[in-house]
């Protein structure tokens, strides 16, 4: 017999400990079922929150090789920066006009310093992390991305340059003195010159005429510095953040 038809015979039979005890069963049997759905509800919802935070581990492991790869590139544009600098200062480059060439092209290199947000984003809108402190340390993390961002966009000085070197010439800059493997760039300086001395001397020579190289690239380097600047402590951040990810998963699972 069903449970209602054995609470309405206990009625009619006025049997009142029947009917309170099937009571208590129906009550007890509903907050037993609605206590197992919760119970599923919160592991699914900790499972989901423990796939983004992988996820977002994932994008931080890639984040500390990019933000590598932007010191070392951001340092080597300094570098060849003031190398160009000083060649600007000189009356002209009488040897070795080739390297100072060089210099003067991969001091205009740009790179992307935007770190991957496309999860973060995600797992904003889901509302996860639940634990405030490491929901703090995550948004810290990318807002320092994104002010490195606000000021990293493609130099003037890369526009005058590359306006002035003949495109046969960076075309061979291109295949000979600059690489990439993976993630990473790498801007070589000895390659092998594609024009004499003689000819080198007069492409700097014109790069010296404009009035724009000598300010765009002090601009350039400055805000170089300024992203190079705020790349290490981001590093280090990121690799606290992998670390205390995996110790917030570890407890979790």
């Known amino acids: 017999m069903l449970i209602t038809g054995r609470i309405a015979d206990a009625f009619k039979r006025q049997d009142w400990a029947t009917v309170l005890v099937e009571l208590v069963l129906v009550v007890a049997g509903v907050l037993i079922a609605l206590r197992l759905d919760q119970l599923a509800e919160d592991r699914r919802v900790q499972a989901q929150e423990i796939n983004f935070l992988k996820l977002v581990r994932t994008d931080i492991s890639r984040d500390i090789e990019d933000l590598e790869n932007i010191e070392q590139v951001m340092t080597a544009v300094r570098d060849f920066g003031d190398e160009a600098l000083a060649t600007l200062a000189e009356n002209s480059c009488a040897e070795k006009c080739w390297t100072k060439l060089v210099a003067f092209f991969h001091a205009s290199q740009w790179i992307d310093v935007r ?4 999860t973060y984003e995600e797992i904003k809108r889901t509302g996860f992390p639940r634990d405030p402190e490491l929901k703090d340390e995550l948004s810290r993390y990318y807002s320092l991305g994104e002010q490195r ?11 005058v340059v590359r306006s002035i070197i003949p495109v046969t010439v960076q075309d061979y800059l291109w295949e000979n003195c600059w690489e990439i493997s993976g993630r990473r760039q790498k801007l070589i300086a000895d390659c092998e010159a594609s024009i004499n001395n003689a000819d080198a001397q007069r492409i700097i020579d014109e790069l010296r005429a404009d009035r724009d190289t000598e300010k765009t690239l002090r601009f350039w380097l400055s805000t170089a510095a300024v992203i190079k600047q705020t790349v290490p402590p981001q590093i280090l951040e990121a690799d606290q953040l992998k670390a205390k990810l995996s110790e917030h998963i570890e407890n979790m699972e």
């Open 115 to 118: 770190l991957n947000t496309a």
């Open 149 to 159: 961002y606000m000021i990293a966009n493609l130099p003037q000085y890369r526009e």
